[in-house]
């Protein structure tokens, strides 16, 4: 699976639209971009996930790159509740099963 | 519906004892997946279940580590002679197919502690 790079650490105020940026410039043909979180003391949760199109669901928007090169999570309204380690993860589609591989994250911290 | 549930959340052993993680999948999931994570990591796989057979272990760091699913729903993590970095989170996620993808959901974990 492609690997992925995120900035380490965001902040955003509460109220404001959170943009997470991803890179996946390796990323093949038929994987598909996953973003999960992770709230302090809790297991990954699932946000969302596409492939090339954007998509949208009543957590968040994907924005996928034409190239498909990078994407962008974006939380339009954050709250203080969206503070969390957010995971940018690259899988394959078809008949191959959902290993996941969690890199760092991107630790968001929304403020007041 | 009901979530992913793992029991315990929590659990203090010594070093050398025997312990067990139990992980009750979403109804209906025919896959189950158990990660370990360490203090400020991100979850590492363990070992992969399609069913009742374990599809993928490569994950399970040595041969003190086991997991079964016998009738293809309940998981239970098995860890023998437990040592001090044998502590961290223990994550289970179970997953159902939707068209070219399988999209995982996650317990909350059993966090264990190897004094």
């Known amino acids: 699976d492609a690997k992925t790079t995120q900035p380490t650490s965001m902040d955003c105020a509460e109220g404001r639209a959170a943009n997470l940026p991803c890179n996946h410039s390796?990323?093949?043909?038929?994987?598909?971009v996953y973003w999960y979180r992770q709230i302090h003391s809790q297991g990954p949760q699932y946000i969302i996930h596409?492939?090339?199109n954007n998509e949208t669901n009543e957590m968040a928007s994907l924005i996928i790159t034409e190239d498909r090169k990078s994407s962008t999570l974006i939380l339009p309204h954050a709250t203080l509740r969206d503070t969390a380690v957010y995971y940018c993860?690259?899988?394959?589609?078809?008949?191959?099963?959902?290993?996941?591989?969690f890199g760092q994250g991107t630790i968001l911290t929304v403020h007041p | 519906g009901a979530g992913v549930s793992q029991t315990p959340s929590n659990k203090v052993t010594e070093k050398g004892k025997y312990v067990e993680l139990r992980c009750d999948p979403i109804?209906?999931?025919?896959?189950l997946y158990w990660y370990r994570q360490s203090l400020g990591q991100g979850p590492e796989f363990l070992i992969y279940?399609?069913?009742?057979?374990?599809?993928?272990d490569s994950g399970l760091p040595n041969d003190r580590f086991f997991a079964v699913r016998p009738e293809g729903s309940v998981s239970t993590l098995k860890i023998q002679r437990t040592e001090r970095g044998d502590s961290a989170v223990y994550l289970c996620?179970?997953?159902?197919?939707?068209?070219?993808?399988?999209?995982?959901?996650f317990g909350p974990g059993t966090r264990l502690t190897v004094l």
């Open positions: 596409g492939l090339k």
């Open positions: 279940f399609q069913g009742t057979g374990a599809a993928d």
């Open positions: 109804s209906g999931h025919t896959a």
């Open positions: 390796t990323i093949s043909g038929n994987e598909y």
């Open positions: 996620a179970s997953s159902s197919r939707q068209g070219d993808t399988d999209t995982q959901y």
């Open positions: 993860i690259v899988i394959a589609g078809g008949t191959s099963y959902g290993k996941l591989t």
